[in-house]
């Protein structure tokens, strides 16, 4: 089988090549604000189709190297706007795209996923302890960056608030080892002990027939086989790297195209740069992983929903940030981990508010929609950030 994706993702693919086209035949300084939706549209199929590669890539390398690879890959969007970013010196994007894509995963995705998941089943269930280990993990990932920040306040010296960020980020990245090695394992585990799980499906719903007791099961001890899952089998090795490779690049040449717009367009529009990194950027890098995340809730498996919205968020603060931070010692301008006030208290209420959700192993859509209402807070407060 071919890389499936859903339909009108293929249609957006034209995009990836319109934007090029428009930046070669009038420059992007004369098409800018085009060049800006199209390579922005064109982000969205790009990062789908290396996020379904990576997957794939799994099947051969194993579990671990594909954890890896699907850190690296899976985050392809945020790390190749990051570094086009830094090298324009955009550190304020970079840093808002960091954030805001934390707050997008915890507020926007799990909040839509639980409020139309809910409206549809009702009270949902999930495994309270699961989401309590991801609850620690994004805890851990804030204190990576508010910490610093607050250090910041006594440590004056340019200097060394670069080494403290340089160093924080191997310990993050050391962390997130160690996470990746706990989670193969976890999974591993459940595998060998799926007949757990379907006591506490049965536990959670006992009307449930007994086909959907069998997804269920499938859906909480093997979703890192999401081809079993669906029926298909990966392609050909061969085809799968052809993928990754021409859908990096392309994600590369439209990522440099859109960072290269920010500023015309946001003086265009009278937008923040700021905004752009806090809502847009976080929004299309992501969006494939926040429909499948919708889709998946709507199917009455919220677990995974909150699995994918913890997920993506852990590996943006302990994997992307990091290797963010020590790329730009490359650069002019060096990215550190001590970001704005503003930024800090919305990412620490969106991991909290993810925390408390998740106290109870149980949801409804009115959890769903109060997430939904923080993020439209927050994002009316970045939109008049002043230029």
């Known amino acids: 089988m071919g890389m499936l994706m859903p339909r009108w993702l293929y249609y957006l ?15 992007p300084q004369q098409a800018s604000l085009a060049i800006f939706i199209c390579s922005t549209l064109a982000l969205i199929p790009l990062a789908a189709l ?31 706007i990051g570094v ?15 954030t805001g894509s934390i707050i997008s995963n915890s507020l926007l995705v799990l909040g839509s996923s639980l ?31 508010l910490i610093p920040s607050t250090g910041s306040l006594v440590i004056h010296d340019p200097g060394r608030l670069q080494a403290v960020s340089v160093a924080i980020a191997v310990v993050l990245l050391v962390i997130y080892a160690l996470y990746l090695i706990a989670h193969v394992f976890h999974v591993r585990t ?14 959670l719903d006992p009307l449930a027939e007994e086909e959907e007791e069998e997804e269920a099961v499938k859906a909480i001890t093997g979703h890192l086989d999401r081809r079993e ?31 290269g717009t920010i500023e015309p367009v946001t003086h265009l529009l009278g937008w923040s740069p700021i905004f752009v990194g806090l809502v847009i950027i976080p ?27 913890a997920g ?4 943006v603060a302990t994997f992307v940030a990091p290797v963010l931070v020590l790329a730009s010692i490359f650069f002019a301008q060096p990215l550190s981990l001590v970001f704005p006030l503003l930024e800090l208290v919305v990412l620490g209420v969106a991991v909290l508010l993810y925390s408390v959700v998740s106290l109870d192993g149980e949801s409804s859509w009115l959890a769903g929609a109060q997430l939904v209402t923080v993020y439209l807070i927050a994002c009316i407060v970045f939109f008049f950030i002043p230029g």
């Not at 494939?288 to 009455?300: C, G, K, N, Q, T």
């Not at 993506?312 to 590996?315: E, F, G, L, R, T």
């Open 50 to 80: 290396i996020g379904r590669a990576t997957e794939d890539l799994e099947h051969y390398v194993g579990p671990i190297a594909g954890g890896l690879l699907n850190a690296t890959f899976g985050n392809a969007p945020e790390l190749i």
């Open 283 to 309: 929004i299309v890098g992501n969006a494939a992983e926040h429909s499948s995340a919708v889709y998946i809730a709507l199917r009455d498996h919220v677990d995974l929903s909150m699995a994918i919205a």
């Open 84 to 98: 086009f970013a830094l090298h324009d010196g955009l550190i304020s994007v970079v840093q808002a795209s960091l």
């Open 229 to 259: 899952r669906d029926g298909q089998q990966p392609p050909k090795l061969w085809l799968t790297l052809a993928v990754l490779l021409v859908a990096t690049l392309g994600t590369a040449w439209n990522s440099e195209l859109l960072v």
């Open 190 to 203: 459940e595998r060998r002990n799926p007949k757990r799980h379907v006591q506490t499906v049965k536990l």
């Open 13 to 27: 693919l034209g995009m990836a090549v319109v934007a090029p086209a428009l930046a070669l035949i009038w420059g």
């Open 115 to 145: 409020a139309l998941g809910g409206w549809r089943w009702g009270r949902q269930y999930f495994s309270a302890r699961d989401a309590g280990q991801y609850s620690a993990m994004m805890l851990l990932a804030v204190a990576g960056l």
């Open 312 to 315: 993506s968020s852990i590996q």
